[in-house]
């Protein structure tokens, strides 16, 4: 029987457990890594988590003005170098996770252009967003992919790239936001190569041995959102290409009180890719999660709320449980 505790690998990465802090964007005013992120993760490598993904952290400069972590120049090095320090001092895992915002704008976005693949209102900010041009697409991808090396160059074990919620690449995936008629836009491959593109690039800098992970939305909770066919599209896509882990997400703002809400989306994809499937959303419950661990070919349980809330759960797990 398969355990939440077993040391596994993925590709060439240790995990000494099954649990992975799933990112939650940590406030900082300069893009920086300051003392409270600092306290924030020696808390959570404490409290005996094997892997944590940061929050999300901006690739590009021209986002400079929302309040979350940048890693988009090496002034930002040194501050990331002491946050893979912290973890590795501490015997964990710390995966940085990259992100282009687009219209899903934070804060103030007075003086940013807002890009988007498509001139459509975005429904939850109402930031009318300019069509991205071909040339600004290839320059995010190059931006992520700089971005990356740096993590790798930092200490960090892996990146994550975010496409979910509703960020620039995830809105690339979804019908309603993608209206292009180009090469990026209409079938499903057209949709899925932005990030398909950003993962190669993100490859190409760092090398073959890097953990590179993705995070996905497998449900937008919009009409005209992505389908399932997309989604299987698309992580056969990445799997194929070599990406090292799936984190499986979707609409987790509209799923309070429920548990492993996309059990079912995980457990599809798990069973058709080689590529190793992490679970997020709604994961608090032990016995659940050995349940899923053991019935399905899902390998990993991503927690956010639960972490934030109980940073020290895993070793209250260990010892209810060993
Ligand atoms: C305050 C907050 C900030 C978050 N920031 C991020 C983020 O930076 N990147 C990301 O991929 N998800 C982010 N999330 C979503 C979580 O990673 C996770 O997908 C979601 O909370 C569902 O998991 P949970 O039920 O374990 O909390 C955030 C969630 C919260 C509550």
């Not at 993705?214 to 399932?228: L, Q, R």
Request: charged share 20%; hydrophobic share 40%.
């Amino acid at each position: 029987m398969k355990t939440l505790f077993d040391t596994t690998h993925v590709e060439n990465m240790v995990l000494k457990n099954r649990f992975i802090r799933a990112a939650i964007g940590e406030k900082t005013t300069d893009g920086h890594v300051n003392q409270y992120i600092l306290d924030l993760y020696t808390n959570l490598a404490q409290g005996g988590v094997g892997t944590m993904i940061t929050g999300f952290t901006l690739v590009d400069e021209s986002e400079k003005s929302y309040p979350i972590m940048a890693f988009y120049d090496d002034s930002f090095a040194d501050g990331h170098r002491s946050l893979t320090n912290t973890a590795h001092s501490l015997n964990a895992n710390i995966i940085l996770q990259l992100v282009y915002v687009g219209s899903y704008v934070m804060g103030n976005a007075a003086g940013v252009t807002v890009l988007a693949p498509s001139a459509v209102e975005n429904l939850n900010k109402k930031t009318i967003p300019k069509e991205i041009s071909l040339e600004e697409i290839k320059n995010i991808q190059n931006k992520f992919a700089n971005a990356a090396l740096r993590a790798k160059n930092a200490g960090y074990d892996g990146i994550e790239i975010h496409a979910a919620h509703g960020f620039l690449l995830s809105q690339f995936m979804t019908p309603y936001y993608n209206r292009r008629n180009d090469l990026y836009g209409g079938s499903t491959p057209n949709r899925a190569r932005m990030a398909l593109e950003t993962y190669e690039a993100i490859r190409k800098a760092v090398g073959n041995d890097y953990p590179v992970w993705i995070k996905i939305n497998v449900v937008d909770g919009i009409e005209d959102g992505v389908s399932f066919d997309d989604v299987l599209y698309l992580c056969n896509e990445l799997s194929n290409k070599g990406i090292d882990a799936i984190e499986i997400s979707g609409n987790w703002k509209s799923r309070e009180n429920q548990s492993a809400y996309f059990k079912d989306e995980a457990e599809a994809i798990a069973s058709k890719n080689k590529t190793a499937v992490i679970l997020t959303g709604g994961n608090n419950d032990f016995k659940e999660m050995t349940e899923i661990l053991n019935t399905t070919k899902i390998s990993y349980f991503g927690m956010a709320r639960a972490l934030a809330k109980y940073p020290d759960l895993i070793n209250k797990f260990v010892k209810e449980n060993t």
